[in-house]
């Protein structure tokens, strides 16, 4: 199975900061890499699919990068409602795996 | 616009079944894979089985692999999970997401397993 690792598992920081998390797959897993976001109490939310394609509404802040074991999410200047606890996930090959998560916390 | 409605979960002892459901709407139901993904209360997420669009591939984790049992019917527009043989650590709340992507999630429904 492909080990998802994702840093750091939590982080403070400021509104209008430069926030990048970093995931890192056991095995290449190409560019089968997706981001998603959660706040409390509420379902996940798809970010990116494919390690850099945004989906649909999704606000250019969120920007993702990567191929192959290293893979990072970059909000690029961060707001109040960018909050969340945040999740990459493989789907490069069944079983597919989540990283066990980013909590975003106000500094 | 896409909606996942899930329902089925609720209180059960362990060693018991349950069957959750996902009524789909607003795609073409057929033509997606879909997944089921839970969340542990206050933990992360973790998948746990994916079946093909026409039903005929299906896919566990190793820890639901021989107890749960995932299938749909594409003419009900529905995708389901029998689980069976509940233990303590399948309590969580039940996604289920649309296509290979997680594209589409619908709220969950709540499995709590305990005597």
């Known amino acids: 199975d492909i080990q998802m690792t994702q840093s750091p598992s939590s982080l403070s920081a400021s509104v209008g900061d430069r926030v990048t998390i970093t995931c890192r797959a056991s095995q290449g897993i190409s560019n089968y890499l997706a981001w998603f976001q959660q706040k409390p109490g509420k379902a996940p939310k798809s970010l990116i699919y494919a390690a850099s394609t945004l989906q649909s509404g999704v606000p250019s802040k969120f920007s993702g990068s990567g191929s192959g074991t290293d893979f990072t999410l970059t909000i690029s200047s961060l707001q109040p409602e960018d909050f969340a606890t945040y999740y990459c996930?493989?789907?490069?090959?069944?079983?597919?795996?989540f990283g066990g998560g980013t909590k975003v916390e106000i500094k | 616009e896409v909606q996942l409605l899930e329902s089925g979960g609720g209180l059960v002892q362990p060693g018991g079944s349950l069957r959750l459901s996902c009524a789909a709407s607003?795609?073409?139901?057929?033509?997606?894979?879909m997944s089921w993904v839970r969340q542990a209360p206050g933990k992360g997420l973790e998948w746990v089985s994916a079946?093909?669009?026409?039903?005929?591939?299906?896919y566990y984790a190793d820890t639901v692999k021989g107890r749960f049992t995932i299938s749909r019917d594409n003419s009900k527009n529905t995708l389901y999970l029998q689980m069976n043989t509940l233990r303590a650590e399948d309590t969580a709340l039940y996604y289920c997401t649309k296509d290979r992507i997680s594209a589409n999630w619908g709220q969950g429904t709540l499995v709590t397993v305990s005597s």
């Open positions: 996930q493989q789907y490069n090959s069944h079983p597919l795996t």
């Open positions: 079946i093909s669009g026409g039903g005929g591939a299906t």
């Open positions: 607003g795609f073409t139901f057929s033509s997606y894979a």
